[in-house]
């Protein structure tokens, strides 16, 4: 239960980081500007992180330590996710 709401709030956080850096921009961003975002996993100080176009926006709970090898492995070189409902759906899968 401790790992849901931890992926929950690590979520509604990263909702909000989101919507300030959104806000934060020049204008707002076109459909095709925002399929083009760039989001991945990679990891840091032996947690999970969240990039996006290059610039770490979010750290995770998520212990690298509790991680099998080879998703370890995956994250030090950087995993490339398609959209933002693949990052969630990779996030609660590491976090499970």
Known sequence: MRRY????????????????????????????????????????GGVVSVYLDGEMVASTEIDLTGLRSADRELLQKGVAVRDYEELIRLIEDLNS
Request: charged share 20%; aromatic share 8%; hydrophobic share 60%.
């Open 5 to 44: 709401r931890s992926a929950v709030m690590f979520c509604a956080a990263l909702v909000a980081a989101f919507a300030l850096l959104g806000a934060a921009a020049a204008g707002e961003k076109s459909a095709e500007a925002e399929s083009a975002a760039e989001y991945s996993l990679r990891s840091e």
